[in-house]
């Protein structure tokens, strides 16, 4: 198949249009602006409505109105906007809605940077909104990934009635890779007999809402949710090993920083040390399981975190660990991106070489 | 035996939860009977919001989306984008929803001139979390966060929705009315009408503010609300057409 060169957040864009979006609400925000640009333009040529909203508060609300008719809808930020939508985010998942919402990452806390940064994972796996919700959230590492991603969001959300995140950052929202636009995963997708569409006289009235005034058809609620996330656990964790088996050194990265991992792997076996790379895919559900498994091989001496943060991710590996193995944690905030040979060294460090 | 009148099929059987003399109740009827006269029922789409209306969603037969606070105008918007043309769509909002904590929705909405009405419920408190001052609240009026009574040093004077956004070219048509007594209330349903006509024509944002009593946080009986309603409320939110800028076609 042929290759194209796309700047990350174009092909984060375009991969919404191929799955079937055609509504999107946004705000300007560096460093993921070129996707409302690129929406900007080509949703009005096939009939879709692209909207620049006042603001990401609004932004997430019109998601909700959009996504409570039934139709595919998606919105983009970047960090700080993001959080204006956690608001948002919470009514979707309490209501049930779809939806994909992209985070283009960048440095923080406050307004920080527009430099990459992977400091909203917190966020992104706990929920920055009120209350017990969870929203699947992959984590492309390369601008493939990302369209690849994006059209696989779509289809979870459909599938649970779930709002779906995909977590980049500004490294891959705005460096140019080869992307081919092979087919995904063909899934079976529900019907939305749910959806305001109007009841046409024909049914009784569809109601999109997350109150739930009494406290046992809350619980209720709550539970029926539950259920949901256990089964999105069960059948929707993702995550990728390289070079994983028989290693000495176990890396555990997302993102951009899983890349860096990959090319301190490569010093590190100049030196006679053999690394290897676990990456979550998704980083809620987070593959804790296979985590401890690839941690368990009597070869692995040290598990070594890599994050665009002081180390949030380091808390799901300890959870995923329990103690088994001994955890170091090399990270840059604020917009640095480690270098491999810093990677590198820490790795070393961990195993006393 | 003729039935000479019947509950609108507009809504449903559920039983409304609002304080004797509250004019919520009211207001429904109106919208509901202006969706059932209008045939569209089935083609309509609403917003609630969140405050005393907040369960409205249970209340009107159409179907519904309940919003978050202040964000029904945000909410409306996507709705309106993505369903097919004819579609009508309304919020339906009180005072502290829309002139608070949504003041950026409504006024951008209307900015866009967005094809949906907005019924605006305007009893100068905030009635669900027990009677704290609205920015509708008037100069004087004790509240439970302004126990002395507003003052505009302080808070600054009571906000007019009708005389901002009818400054908006996309708001097309602006009406304040109440429902105080019968030759109001045919005003009002009048209004109700027009807006969603005009919505119909896709004119732009239709925007009716109904002046309403909230007898239980003003404390006052209902007969005595309503006085005071007249007496102090109509005078600084006078009631008319504030923007009429399309014809009913």
Not at chain 1, 53 to 62: D, G, L, P, R, T
Not at chain 2, 105 to 113: D, F, H, P, T
Request: charged fraction near 20%; charge should be neutral.
């Amino acid at each position: 198949m042929e290759k194209e060169l796309w700047k990350g957040n174009e092909a984060i864009a375009e991969a919404a249009i191929r799955a079937g979006c055609k509504y999107f609400f946004g705000y300007p925000i560096t460093p993921q602006t070129e996707v409302p640009e690129y929406l900007s333009l080509h949703l009005p040529e096939i009939g879709g409505c692209f909207l620049q909203a006042e603001s990401e508060v609004a932004a997430i609300n019109m998601v909700y109105g959009a996504g409570g008719c039934g139709v595919r809808v998606m919105t983009s930020s970047s960090s700080p906007g993001i959080s204006l939508k956690q608001e948002g985010i919470t009514y979707l998942c309490g209501s049930e809605v779809p939806c994909v919402i992209i985070n283009v990452m960048r440095g923080g806390p406050g307004l920080g940077t527009i430099q990459p940064a992977q400091g909203d994972y917190y966020q992104a796996t706990r929920g920055g909104g009120n209350g017990d919700y969870r929203t699947p959230v992959l984590a492309p590492a390369n601008v493939q990934e990302a369209a690849d991603f994006v059209r696989m969001a779509f289809d979870i959300a459909d599938i649970y009635r779930n709002p779906v995140m995909v977590l980049a950052d500004g490294m891959i929202g705005q460096m140019m890779e080869a992307v081919e636009w092979h087919d995904i995963e063909k899934r079976e997708l529900p019907a939305k007999p749910w959806a305001t569409t109007g009841t046409q006289g024909k049914r009784e009235h569809n109601v999109i809402n997350s109150l739930y005034i009494q406290p046992e058809p809350c619980a209720e609620h709550n539970e029926k949710l539950e259920k949901k996330y256990k089964l999105i656990e069960e059948k929707e964790t993702r995550y990728e090993e390289i070079d994983a088996e028989g290693c000495e050194v176990l890396f555990t990265a997302y993102g951009t920083t899983s890349r860096v991992c990959r090319a301190a792997m490569k010093l590190l076996a100049d030196e006679g040390i053999k690394a290897g790379l676990f990456r979550p895919i998704t980083v809620w559900p987070f593959p804790y399981a296979q985590l401890k498994k690839a941690a368990a091989q009597n070869s692995v001496k040290a598990v070594v975190v890599a994050e665009l943060s002081l180390g949030q991710m380091i808390d799901d590996v300890k959870i995923a660990l329990e103690g088994s193995k001994p955890i170091s944690f090399i990270g840059k905030a604020g917009g640095l991106v480690p270098t491999p040979r810093e990677v590198a060294d820490a790795a070393k460090k961990a195993i006393g070489r | 035996m003729a039935i000479v009148y019947q509950k609108s099929k507009g809504l449903t059987d559920k039983e409304l939860h609002y304080c004797p003399g509250c004019t919520h109740g009211i207001v429904h009827k109106l919208v509901a009977e202006t969706l059932e006269e209008l045939g569209i029922i089935g083609t309509t789409i609403g917003v609630a919001p969140v405050g005393c209306s907040v369960f409205a969603y249970d209340y009107f037969s159409c179907d519904m989306h309940g919003a978050a606070h202040g964000r029904a105008p945000a909410v409306a918007t996507g709705i309106k984008r993505v369903s097919p043309p004819g579609t009508t769509v309304f919020t339906y909002q009180g005072d502290g929803d829309l002139a608070a904590i949504g003041t950026a929705e409504i006024v951008q909405a209307a900015m866009r001139g967005e094809k949906i009405t907005v019924i605006f419920i305007n009893n100068a408190i905030y009635g669900m979390t027990g009677g704290q001052m609205a920015p509708t609240t008037l100069i004087g009026q004790k509240t439970t966060t302004s126990p002395l009574g507003r003052t505009k040093e302080h808070a600054g004077m009571p906000i007019k929705m009708c005389e901002l956004l009818s400054t908006l070219d996309g708001c097309v048509y602006a009406e304040r009315v109440c429902v105080t007594d019968i030759p109001n209330l045919n005003k009002a349903k009048k209004a109700i009408r027009k807006a969603f006509e005009l919505q119909q024509q896709n004119a732009g944002l239709t925007f009716v503010e109904v002046l309403a009593a909230c007898p239980t946080n003003w404390g006052k009986p209902p007969i005595k609300a309503v006085e005071w309603l007249k007496e102090n409320m109509i005078p600084y939110y006078p009631l008319g057409v504030y923007k009429d800028s399309a014809e009913v076609k």
